[in-house]
């Protein structure tokens, strides 16, 4: 079958009548025709019911069958046209951790996009041990997390220090010590093993928190409850609105993001990714560079 065939059958149903249908396709009614029993005799059977001086365009009960599948070899003809301009396109597969694709990544993906049309760009978010197995799979060719973990083949890459802060709404006098700060009101991320164990040695492993979340799109929300606060590093700080922003004495070490690739595989077009999120980072002052 034809696509100009599969074209011929739904262009018919679209408009109701034959005469209609040849109209827009711009050809002969008896071209049409043709186009249609050409389909009918390589599927096997009518599409649709014909009998002298019917004027009224009439499915049979396969002809009715037959349009969703119309509609699905069409996409495939579409497909099948749109491989060569793809192949010219290098797909770049990405993961990251929440933290880090929310509140670093949005600004630098629409400028890489931008700059970069030849690459065609592929995203997941991910917690850090799901990162780990999509750089193994190979269905990522860079991964960008907070844990450190050992996997076979994957190298992991310090790629910058970010200091953890307090947030909140409420103003604290300053400075800020652990010992100040009312856990009950508290919104609690579990960042990494280090931090965890930083928060358990103040506060507990059994402390009466908030809420706990690890969905940073949430973060916002909880924190517009009143004397709530929590602690985040620096760069997602700096994007939250309408809180105040507080170092800690005493507080926990600086969480430290890294990048993960397979040893055995480099491509250009991940030394241009970190290259321009080197660039982003900079911006952000408190941020150390390795």
């Given at each position: 079958m034809t696509e100009l065939e599969l074209k011929a059958f739904l262009c018919i149903i679209k408009n109701g009548s034959l005469s209609k249908a040849a109209e827009q396709l711009f050809v002969t009614q008896p071209a049409l025709s043709r186009r249609i029993k050409n389909?009918?005799?390589?599927?096997?059977?009518a599409l649709f019911i014909r009998g002298k001086g019917k004027r009224e365009i009439e499915l049979t009960q396969e002809g009715e069958a037959f349009i969703s599948v119309a509609h699905k070899y069409l996409e495939l003809f579409k497909e099948a046209k749109q491989i060569k301009s793809k192949t010219h396109k290098k797909v770049f597969n990405l993961a990251s951790i929440g933290s880090v694709?929310?509140?670093?990544?949005?600004?630098?993906?629409?400028?890489?996009?931008?700059?970069?049309?030849?690459?065609?760009?592929?995203?997941?978010?991910?917690?850090?041990?799901?990162?780990?197995?999509?750089?193994?799979?190979?269905?990522?060719?860079?991964?960008?997390?907070?844990?450190?973990?050992?996997y076979k083949n994957i190298e992991t890459i310090p790629l910058f220090k970010d200091p953890m802060v307090l947030v909140s709404k409420k103003e604290y006098a300053t400075p800020i010590h652990p010992r100040m700060l009312d856990v009950s009101y508290e919104i609690r991320t579990p960042w990494t093993?280090?931090?965890?164990?930083?928060?358990?040695?103040?506060?507990?492993?059994?402390?009466?928190?908030?809420?706990?979340?690890?969905?940073?799109?949430?973060?916002?929300?909880?924190?517009?409850?009143?004397?709530?606060?929590?602690?985040?590093?620096?760069?997602?700080?700096?994007?939250?609105?309408?809180?105040?922003?507080?170092?800690?004495?005493?507080?926990?070490?600086?969480?430290?993001?890294?990048?993960?690739?397979?040893?055995?595989?480099?491509?250009?077009?991940?030394?241009?990714?970190?290259?321009?999120?080197?660039?982003?980072?900079?911006?952000?002052?408190?941020?150390?560079?390795?």
């Open positions: 389909l009918e005799n390589e599927l096997g059977y694709s929310t509140y670093l990544l949005t600004n630098l993906f629409q400028r890489f996009i931008n700059e970069n049309d030849h690459i065609k760009l592929c995203f997941r978010y991910c917690h850090s041990i799901e990162a780990y197995q999509y750089v193994a799979d190979r269905q990522v060719e860079l991964a960008l997390v907070s844990d450190d973990m050992y093993p280090e931090f965890n164990a930083w928060h358990d040695y103040w506060f507990k492993s059994t402390a009466d928190y908030k809420v706990s979340i690890d969905q940073m799109s949430l973060l916002e929300y909880f924190l517009s409850l009143d004397q709530t606060w929590a602690i985040v590093p620096i760069s997602m700080a700096k994007q939250l609105k309408d809180v105040h922003i507080y170092p800690i004495e005493e507080g926990p070490h600086d969480r430290i993001i890294y990048y993960i690739k397979r040893v055995d595989y480099h491509h250009e077009i991940i030394d241009l990714f970190l290259k321009e999120l080197k660039e982003e980072l900079k911006q952000i002052e408190e941020i150390e560079l390795y």
